[in-house]
């Protein structure tokens, strides 16, 4: 295979990210006759799948259609992230047994019925990407936090789970009731709604396509998680506070830079943000990666300075996996709940992986002597400016 060629991130094939964690696999054989094939629709199986309250707009209420389209169609993981929009075939996630027949299985994760739906319903293909994308789009009309419930919903809203790090997106249709891809081993389905646990809010959709403009003040959009979260003068919990925010709400993001150290919430994390009224806030509680899309460094770097003659790279998805050997049946030796930046000494051709829709036999090594496939590294197939091992 020809790693240099290969491209590791296109827009068509994101996975989207299901109830259990991410991990790399060995690639899948070509599809045989299905074994576990989804079973025929029964008779009036989306009769309670629809429109079950007023106020929706038309994309909404067409979205909401194509979404009950599918019920009965297989979860599947990875399933509906194709170049188009649509049921496709699935992967092992690599730890759920229920996963293992993902690759016979045509249909949908949570995140690709939700981006059929919308695509259906507009003809664009608004929402590609993770849950977690689709919780960030440019093309939400609004949002609600998780305290607000379902009260202000509307059929065709996208309900959301995680903390952090959204993991799961359901669809509203009203009536206390949504439309989901649940998990690995079921199917579309009808079921009440969820917003004990990790709920983390809804998003309500612009169909016409055209992004919401950023803030006035030239930031970017975010949402915080989490009850008494303070900002600071500076970017260090010892500083003064400047505010508190007593439970979500949303902040308008103009850099953010390596700082101080925090650890809180399970999460650890250097990297804090400066907001609109000069105050800063670490990362750890704004819902999003570790290091935010799109939003500029305060100082003029982007990665911590590496050790050991290494490079920084950064990685992406959750529950990653570093091995004691270039192989996905090798040791695991370190476990990335979220994404985070690691130090690459060098690079080498060993196992063939495919994951999150990829393929790719470019393994790199960190400087603890552990191994990631560069499928989890932000960057082409074959990292430039690294050495072979």
């Not at 790693?3 to 989207?16: E, K, N």
Request: net charge negative.
């Amino acid at each position: 295979m020809n790693v240099s060629s290969t491209r590791r991130r296109s827009t068509g094939a994101l996975l989207g990210a299901s109830v259990l964690g991410l991990s790399a696999f060995v690639s899948v054989p070509a599809h045989a006759a299905p074994a576990h094939a989804a079973p025929a629709h029964a008779s009036g199986a989306a009769a309670d799948c629809g429109v079950l309250a007023p106020g929706a707009s038309v994309t909404a209420e067409a979205a909401v259609s194509a979404a009950c389209s599918q019920i009965g169609v297989w979860y599947s993981w990875g399933g509906g992230h194709g170049a188009t929009p649509g049921a496709t075939y699935g992967y092992y996630d690599g730890s759920d047994p229920d996963s293992l027949h993902d690759d016979e299985r045509m249909g949908f994760d949570c995140s690709g019925l939700m981006r059929y739906a919308y695509w259906r319903a507009t003809g664009k293909d608004l929402l590609n990407g993770t849950a977690d994308d689709q919780f960030h789009s440019s093309h939400a009309a609004a949002r609600f936090t998780a305290s607000q419930g379902t009260a202000p919903l509307l059929p065709g809203d996208l309900m959301f789970w995680g903390s952090g790090h959204i993991h799961h997106v359901a669809m509203y249709l009203g009536g206390g009731q949504m439309v989901e891809a649940y998990e690995s081993g079921t199917h579309i389905r009808v079921t009440s709604v969820r917003t004990g646990g990790d709920y983390a809010g809804a998003v309500r959709i612009n169909g016409s396509g055209t992004p919401i403009p950023p803030p006035a003040d030239g930031g970017s959009v975010f949402e915080t998680w989490g009850t008494g979260v303070r900002t600071h003068s500076t970017p260090s919990t010892r500083s003064s506070v400047v505010d508190t925010f007593a439970g979500p709400t949303q902040v308008s993001v103009q850099c953010q830079e390596h700082a101080e150290t925090v650890t809180a919430e399970g999460y650890t994390n250097d990297i804090w943000s400066r907001l609109s009224d000069g105050s800063w806030l670490t990362n750890i509680y704004i819902k999003g990666p570790a290091s935010l899309p799109g939003v500029p460094d305060c100082a003029g770097g982007s990665a911590p300075p590496p050790r050991g003659g290494s490079t920084a790279w950064q990685t992406w998805g959750t529950g990653v996996r570093t091995h004691s050997e270039p192989n996905v049946n090798a040791a695991v030796v370190d476990y990335f709940a979220q994404p985070t930046t690691v130090n690459v000494l060098c690079q080498a051709h060993a196992q063939e992986v495919t994951a999150e829709g990829y393929t790719n036999d470019a393994w790199a090594r960190l400087t603890d002597g552990s191994w990631v496939t560069v499928i989890y590294l932000k960057g082409p197939a074959w990292l430039p400016g690294v050495a072979t091992c």
